[in-house]
T-cell receptor
Framework: GEDVEQSLFLSVREGDSSVINCTYT??????LYWYKQEPGAGLQLLTY?????DMKQDQRLTVLLNKKDKHLSLRIADTQTGDSAIYFC???????????FGSGTRLLVRP | DAEITQSPRHKITETGRQVTLACHQT?????MFWYRQDLGHGLRLIHY???????NKGEVSDGYSVSRSNTEDLPLTLESAASSQTSVYFC????????????FGPGTRLTVL
């Protein structure tokens, strides 16, 4: 069945890079997403990658996709205290508009 | 600007009462979704709809119902609220072309006493 897994917690120092990892099981996934949730708010899309891509870069964000291992990562360069939040990865397919979300990784950025 | 709103933002109710959570979107999206968020479980899909008069059960649909009478609204009803339904509820919508990006509302925190 479909399942998306993430580590629960990551702590980094301000200015360092953060890497949040995710594994998924559905090989038919067409798009893979990273969402950010700040305290008391809904989820906001950070970035997404099409499954035929290996990498996508958007300013401080780099997404790497290893389709063979079904592994997705989000790298945040020069992490700031404002990056402290919960990050969710999610997979979607063309055949269904549903997304399957991981349990979220809480990122804490220490000054 | 187009948006998705939820009301109320906070609700306290008693076991056994019927509760309805509202979700309204102005994106003109056909797809709408309801999730609940609980510690350790991430987001779990309750119900979803692909258009007017269409509703489908998600992975945790027991005790919940939805109806879709127009494009903009997908209200979520708890027929007889239970303490296990204390959670934060999120509504989302998406279009039917391109990526499946979902746009989320701000959430409703529901407490069932």
């Amino acid at each position: 069945g479909e399942d998306v897994e993430q580590s629960l917690f990551l702590s980094v120092r301000e200015g360092d890079s953060s890497v949040i990892n995710c594994t998924y099981t559905d090989s038919s996934s067409t798009y893979l997403y990273w969402y950010k949730q700040e305290p008391g708010a809904g989820l906001q899309l950070l970035t997404y990658i099409f499954s035929n891509m290996d990498m996508k870069q958007d300013q401080r964000l780099t997404v790497l996709l290893n389709k063979k291992d079904k592994h997705l990562s989000l790298r945040i360069a020069d992490t700031q205290t404002g990056d402290s939040a919960i990050y969710f990865c999610a997979e979607g397919t063309d055949s269904s508009y549903k997304l399957i979300f991981g349990s979220g990784t809480r990122l804490l950025v220490r000054p | 600007d187009a948006e998705i709103t939820q009301s109320p933002r906070h609700k306290i109710t008693e076991t056994g009462r019927q509760v309805t959570l509202a979700c309204h979107q102005t994106w003109n999206h056909n797809n709408m979704f309801w999730y609940r968020q609980d510690l350790g479980h991430g987001l779990r899909l309750i119900h979803y709809s692909y258009g007017v008069q269409d509703t489908n059960k998600g992975e945790v649909s027991d005790g919940y119902s939805v109806s879709r009478s127009n494009t903009e609204d997908l209200p979520l009803t708890l027929e007889s609220a239970a303490s296990s339904q204390t959670s934060v509820y999120f509504c989302a919508s998406s279009r039917t072309s391109g990526s499946d990006e979902q746009f989320f509302g701000p959430g409703t925190r529901l407490t069932v006493l």
